[in-house]
């Protein structure tokens, strides 16, 4: 359980995610997203892709990955 004085534990550090590389869709509608997190069973950050809604809406898990690029026409996207 964490630190009830506040303090800094494993447990907190390991139920962190850091979220990064927004990429808006060319039509402006859409973003997709890179949420890294610790995957406990293997103790590695991993990290997957995640698309919403330009206002925030609609969140929702794309695929395991990181690096998305939209399409020119922002009908597909390329990711490693």
């Known amino acids: 359980t964490p630190a009830a004085d506040g303090r800094f534990t494993v447990e907190r550090y390991l139920d962190l995610e850091r979220v990064g590389d927004p990429q808006l869709s060319p039509d402006g509608q859409r973003v997709v997203y890179t949420r ?3 995957n406990k069973l293997t103790d590695r950050w991993e990290s997957a892709l995640w698309i919403m809604q330009a206002d925030g809406t609609r969140q929702s898990f794309l695929a395991k990955g990181s690096g998305a690029q939209w ?6 996207l390329a990711y490693v």
């Open 36 to 38: 890294g997190y610790v």
């Open 71 to 76: 399409s020119p026409d922002g009908t597909r």
